[in-house]
C-alpha cells in the first residue's frame, strides 16, 4: 500500500542532525508494516528486534549503556556485520523494555550515524505514565489510519487522488460521481490497514465488518489488560458513548450521557487514557477565531471522535446499504460520519481540531483551523444542503479572508466563501496561499 508517511520517513532520513526517531500511533495503523516497507526501500539492511518475542535482546539492553556492546549484540544476534551509513535499526515494542527507550540517548550522542527507529504497542500511555525517556534526543512521528487519498490509490484510483493533489477543479467535478461513491465506501470500510487490505482482497463488506468488529474487540481489551483496573469501566463508559455522542445535533461531549450526574473530574482519567491511546480526538471550542487558535481555546467544552470513521460506522452497526444508498433513519449519523471523516483528514495533515460556538451553542462553525497567518472557518455538509446560516453569520461578524463549506457538491467559489468538495477538502488546503487566499494554480 503507498502510505504518505513513508515520505515523512526519507525526510527523517536525509536530516543533517537525525535523531532516533519514535512512531506513536494506535494499535494496528500499521506501524510495524511501514517501518519495515521504509527500511526495504531506503536501506540496503533492516536490522528487525521485536522486544515482545525476543528475551534474549531484553536482556542485552536490560544491562546498561554501552553502545558498543549493545550493536556488537546485534551483529550475533542478526549473524551478519553491517554498517551504520546503509543500515535501518527497527526496535519494535519498545514500550517492553524501558531501558531500550532510554538507551535511544546514548545512540543519539555516541552514535549519531545509526538510523534508528523505534514503535511499541500503546506507547503513548507507556510514556505518559512517566517511564524515562530521552527528552531532547529523540524525534517523534505520529501514524494514522490511511486517509481518503491513499485509501484511493490503495483500491486502484491513483489517478483520481493525483487529481486531487493536482487541484484541477473543472475535471475533479466532472468525475464527482465517482469521488462520492468512493467516498461512501470509505464512510464504511475507512482507513484502518487491515480493514482495507480485505476490502481489495475480497470486495466484500461484510468481511470489511468482521475485521472492524475484531479490531474494536482488540481496543476493549486493551482497557482491562493495559488500563489501571479502577478506571476501565470509565474508560469503556467513554468509548461506548461516542457514537451516542456525535449523532446529536450539537455534538459537544456531554458527561451526563454516559451516567445520571457525571462530572468532568469523574472522567479526566479516562478520556486522558484514550487520547495517549490514539484511540480518540478532541476538537476544543474556540470563543472567538483568534489567532493563534489555542489562545482563545476552552479545555472544558470539547467533541470527542474516534481515530477512524470506518470504526465509528461498526460501533453503529451501519450496513453498506444505509451509507451507499442512504437513508432518511440514518441521515443524522451520516452527518456524525461526515463530520468525524473531516476530523480524521485535518488529524492527518497535521492540524488541530478547534470549532467555533457561541455562549448559547447557536451558530456554531464545524471547524476552524490556522493555515498560515489565517484562521478558516470550515462549515461540513453531510450531503448537497448547500444551506449555511451558520457560515454566513460568522462570516458577516469577524470577516475571515477565506471560509469553506464542504459538502458532497462540486467545487464553486462565491463572494464570501467556497464550496468544496469533501472528498477534496484537505488537498485544497495544502494549496491554500496564506498569503493572497486563494487555491495556487487557479
Not at 519514535?22 to 511501514?34: D, E, F, H, L, S
Not at 551478519?80 to 540517548?105: G, H, M, N, R, Y
Not at 479526566?268 to 489567532?291: C, F, N, T
Not at 444551506?387 to 454566513?392: E, T
Request: proline share 3%.
Amino acid at each position: 500500500m503507498e502510505r504518505i508517511f513513508l515520505q515523512k520517513l526519507e525526510a527523517w532520513k536525509n536530516k543533517k542532525r537525525r535523531k532516533p526517531l519514535i512512531i506513536q500511533g494506535a494499535r494496528q495503523v500499521g506501524k510495524t508494516w511501514i517501518m519495515k516497507e521504509f527500511g526495504r526501500q531506503c536501506f540496503k539492511k533492516t536490522i528487525y528486534i521485536n522486544f515482545e518475542n525476543n528475551e534474549r535482546m531484553k536482556n542485552v539492553f536490560e544491562m546498561d549503556y554501552d553502545i558498543s556492546r549493545i550493536l556488537t549484540a546485534l551483529k550475533i544476534e542478526v549473524g551478519e556485520a553491517f554498517e551504520a551509513k546503509d543500515t535501518l535499526l527497527i526496535f519494535d515494542e519498545v514500550q517492553e523494555v524501558p531501558k531500550a527507550l532510554s538507551c535511544l540517548k546514548y545512540f543519539c550522542e555516541e552514535a549519531p550515524e545509526y538510523a534508528i527507529v523505534a514503535a511499541g504497542s500503546l506507547l503513548g500511555v507507556v510514556l505518559h505514565r512517566g517511564t524515562s525517556f530521552p527528552v531532547g534526543k529523540v524525534e517523534f512521528l505520529q501514524l494514522y489510519p490511511m486517509n481518503f487519498y491513499e485509501f484511493l490509490c490503495a483500491v486502484g484510483e491513483k489517478p483520481l487522488a493525483e487529481l486531487l493533489a493536482k487541484g484541477d477543479y473543472n475535471l475533479i467535478n466532472a468525475f464527482s460521481d465517482k469521488y462520492i461513491d468512493l467516498l461512501k465506501k470509505y464512510y464504511y470500510i475507512g482507513g484502518m490497514p487491515e480493514a482495507v487490505q480485505c476490502f481489495i482482497d475480497t470486495d466484500d463488506m461484510y468481511e470489511v465488518r468482521v475485521i472492524q468488529k475484531e479490531l474494536l474487540n482488540y481496543y476493549e481489551e486493551d482497557f482491562s489488560k493495559h488500563a489501571p483496573k479502577e478506571v476501565v469501566p470509565r474508560i469503556q463508559m467513554v468509548w461506548n458513548s461516542i457514537p451516542a455522542q456525535l449523532a446529536k445535533e450539537n455534538r459537544k461531549f456531554i458527561y451526563g450521557i454516559l451516567r445520571e450526574g457525571a462530572r468532568a473530574k469523574d472522567f479526566e482519567l479516562a478520556i486522558q487514557w484514550l487520547l495517549d491511546s490514539g484511540l480518540v480526538h478532541k476538537s476544543y471550542r474556540v470563543s472567538k477565531p483568534g489567532m493563534p487558535l489555542i489562545a482563545y481555546m476552552e479545555m472544558n467544552s470539547f467533541k470527542m471522535f474516534m481515530l477512524d470513521v470506518g470504526l465509528l460506522a461498526a460501533r453503529g452497526n451501519l450496513s453498506a446499504k444505509t451509507l451507499l444508498e442512504g437513508s432518511r433513519i440514518f441521515e443524522e449519523f451520516k452527518g456524525a460520519l461526515t463530520e468525524q471523516f473531516v476530523a480524521q483528514e485535518l488529524v492527518a495533515a497535521g492540524y488541530e481540531l478547534y470549532y467555533y460556538s457561541t455562549e448559547n451553542s447557536s451558530g456554531e462553525i464545524d471547524f476552524m483551523i490556522q493555515q498560515g497567518s489565517l484562521c478558516v472557518p470550515i462549515e461540513v455538509k453531510a450531503e448537497e444542503n448547500l444551506r449555511a446560516r451558520s457560515l454566513r453569520m460568522f462570516c458577516e461578524k469577524y470577516k475571515p479572508e477565506m471560509a469553506l463549506r464542504t459538502s458532497m457538491s462540486n467545487y464553486r467559489e462565491q463572494d464570501w466563501m467556497n464550496n468544496v468538495p469533501l472528498y477534496a477538502l484537505v488537498e485544497y488546503i495544502k494549496h491554500v496561499d496564506e498569503r493572497e487566499g486563494f487555491v495556487k494554480g487557479e
